[in-house]
């Protein structure tokens, strides 16, 4: 089977307006307004297959929304093409719309003043639900989410996370085959970006549904995706496994010391850049291939009073790539 | 297009929403009072004998129902349009596998089923005071309620047209106060079509605006009949069909100008 | 001193956002003439039927269209801009961040947003009012003089309705509805309050006093004012300044001292 998502060299550009600042500035832009086409996606291109997880990563503004925006249809592309599940994302067909979702944010799908029970209803009759799936989904929501207690609760009395959560629900409850979420964790507390997880591993697994992520929560890409997309600048700078991200990106082990007596940096720094020190504990960055060698000539000469050779952690190794500086330099910057 | 138990679902939504707002309801119904003024005003000037064929109950008829039809055909679709626009609001509601204004129509029909139930008394009280009741009106009512249906879809068709400018430009509400003023002004909720020169008339006829309100009132307290009732419908069709399609190759242009703000 | 270069400074912020917003510009200045246009056609209209209405002429009704017209646009983009806002404030618990202003908090509120761009419309009323002075002949120094004060005594009253309706909402919550009131003014006011029925006579003059609003002035414009209702205007206008004044500076009260 092929993809059933497939992105051919997006571009998307939007149209701002420029405005000086002051009164003068104001009226110049009155006069002749002046636009600009800022890129927000640039030459873009990905596959995604039926039954996959995928992260969706990248800096603030990195161009993940508009993304995700042009594969749910909302937007047209400026060029290039998309394909999901064989439609055309924009033309906007009514089984396209069925078979797909996305999550954003706190955009209200639930009306405000009644309860979540009645916009889920409502949802029910728009997608055409049958009695019976809609209370066997209902049922699975309400219990992974722990929605019982606020079903029947105007919408407006909520607290932002269990407002995520029922919004989650009413994006769900028409069982979707590609989920696009959009932070579905943002406002979230621990409990529940866990249980939101579980939720969405549990749905990937059970109806074989593809899901894209973006999160700026780690934890959340840790859990639920093998493969990664990375994109900075509207461009997409890594797509692969997040085991291979870290192999790639972080040639480097952290070696974790405990110290018998107190140190000095310089005398570490003689074995490998120091990433950290405090009091007695000391991270020390050793190239993957010699972390052996380094540990052992540590330990020869230095009073260790206990030793650990670890990954970098994620958050770091996808936060340099944002960075982009040679992985050196941004060491150096961190032994100071 | 919607399933029936879609349909009947947004309208259940609409009504409890509308239910929460009264005090909207109370704001509509100051607003829409305009014909009653003019009624009184109307009603003294004809003190001295009929007016353009009008007589007292004439005028008093008249302008209950448009009264009744002005609170029946009010639309804010441009103001949800706008705000849909620059803020992202339509984004949920492009998500779904139906056409927004669905969405819209519906919110406006909730809150029409909560809001009659407060007028249609107050036009009652209104027709007992003038004294102003006949049996006949009885036989007008089924036109009178189809012809305000249409009404309804023409301004609705005319509103969404115009409240597409909501794509192209940062502001449509300052045009949705153009499209309301003539559709007061023009549609006979101060000063009775029939009343306005002939040449207006003649101008006026080749436009939507005496179709929404003054129409439908006329064919009420029977100043139409006959055929010339049939040929008012079918023109309610025409433009219902015209504005519609111009509307439909609009929104389809307009679309690719979305921007999707926010998130 | 200090105060006008404050609205200067208001004034300012305010046109700065609305350029921002140009076709909005367009758009209402475009409303406005049309909306004028069509009610003088609708006034021609209904002269085509009745000679005179509650015993005005067309050209003196001219004059009292002219004068909802300026008042209309003067609620536009002053009272209506300024003073809608306090409902918003209220709601948002954003007032104390006016309260703490070394300046009084009334004046905040009035002369925050001033949309001068809008003045087009202001134009037309004044033109509107020209014409139908022209017209009836009464284009005379006393009565220009006389306009101005009633005209500035009539916008003295709405601005107190209007202000004494959004102070309610430090009591009431949801008020706005209720102040869009105001609007009433140009419909009831566009004709001469002897052209309705007794009992809304009373109505149109003590409850919504458009009599005091619109009529008045456009009686002085054409020199048909009488001292009685010269006087009960100008009473009319100082009452309901210190009436809607006492009114906030007891909301302001109220307020400090449940806040804190
Ligand atoms: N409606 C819009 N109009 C103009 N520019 C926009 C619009 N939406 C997004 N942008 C710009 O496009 C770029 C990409 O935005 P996008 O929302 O896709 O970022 P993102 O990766 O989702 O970021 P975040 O992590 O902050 O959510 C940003 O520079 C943003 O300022
Ligand atoms: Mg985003």
Sequence with gaps: MSAIIQLDHLCKDYEVHQKEPGLMGSLRSFVRRKYQLVPAVKDVSFEIEQGEIVGFLGPNGAGKTTTLKVLSGLLYPTSGHARVLGFTPHERK????????????????????????????????????????????????????????????????????????????????????????????????????????????????????????TSHYMADVEALAERVLVIDGGQLVFDGNLSALVAERAPNKVLKLQLAHPVSPERLSVFAPVR????????????????????????????????????????????????????????????? | MPSLKALRAMLALHYGISLQYRAQSVLWMINGTVPLIMMLIWLQLAEDGPIGGYDATTFAQYFLFMFLARQSTPTWVIYLMDRGVKNGELSPHLLRPMHPMWHYASEHWGELMARLPIILPMVAIGIAIADAWSWSLLAHLPAFVLGLMMAWLINFAMHVTVGLIAFWSDNALGYDTVIYQLYIMLGGVVVPVELFPQTVQSILAWTPFPYVLDFPVRVMIGRIEGIDVLAGFGIQLFWIVALGAFFTWGWRKSLKRYAAAGA | MKYFKLIALFIRATVQVQLEYRSGTFGRAFANVLSSATTLLLLWAMFQQVSSIGGWSFDQVLVLIGIVTTIDYVVEIWLYPSLSKITTYVQRGEFDVLLVKPVPSQFLV?????????????????????????????????????????????????????????????????????????????????????????????????????????????????????????????AFATLALCGATWLWSLAIRNYSSASS
């Design chain 1, 94 to 213: 009514a089984d396209f719309l069925k078979s797909i979702t996305m999550v954003m944010g706190q955009k209200q799908q639930l009306a405000w003043d009644m309860t979540p029970s009645d916009s889920f209803l409502v949802n029910q009759a728009i997608y055409d639900v049958s009695d019976a799936d809609f209370r066997r989904r209902l049922g699975e929501l309400t219990e992974m989410l722990e929605l019982q207690p606020v079903l029947n609760k105007p919408v407006r009395k909520l607290s932002l996370g269990e407002r995520m959560k029922c919004e989650l629900a009413g994006a769900l409850l028409h069982g979707p085959k590609i989920l696009f979420l959009d932070e579905p964790t943002i406002g979230l507390d621990v409990n529940m970006q866990q249980a939101v997880r579980r939720f969405v591993a549990d749905y990937n697994v059970r109806t074989g549904a593809a899901v894209m992520l």
């Design chain 1, 276 to 336: 950290m020190m405090e009091g007695l504990t000391a991270e020390l960055l050793a190239p993957r291939g010699k972390v052996a060698e380094i540990a052992s000539r540590i330990l020869n000469d230095v009073p260790v009073a206990d030793i650990a050779i670890e990954d970098m952690p994620i958050e770091e190794v996808v936060g340099r790539l944002f960075q982009r500086k040679p992985p050196i330099e941004a060491v150096r910057e961190a032994a100071k």
């Design chain 3, 110 to 234: 009035t002369f925050r947003y001033l949309q001068v761009l809008d003045v087009l419309g202001l134009l037309v009323g004044l033109g509107i009012i020209g014409t139908g002075m022209y017209r009836t002949g009464s284009l005379e120094f006393i009565n220009f003089a006389l306009l101005a004060v009633f005209l500035v005594a009539g916008l003295v009253i709405i601005y107190s309705l209007y202000l004494a309706l959004s102070t309610l909402a430090f009591w009431f919550t949801r008020i706005e509805e209720v102040a869009s009131m105001i609007w009433l003014h140009s419909t009831a006011g566009s004709f001469p309050v002897a052209a309705y029925p007794p009992w809304a006579r009373l109505l149109f003059t003590f409850v919504l006093p458009v009599a005091f609003v619109t009529n008045v002035p456009a009686e002085a414009a054409t020199g048909r004012l009488s001292w009685e209702w010269g006087l009960g205007g100008l």
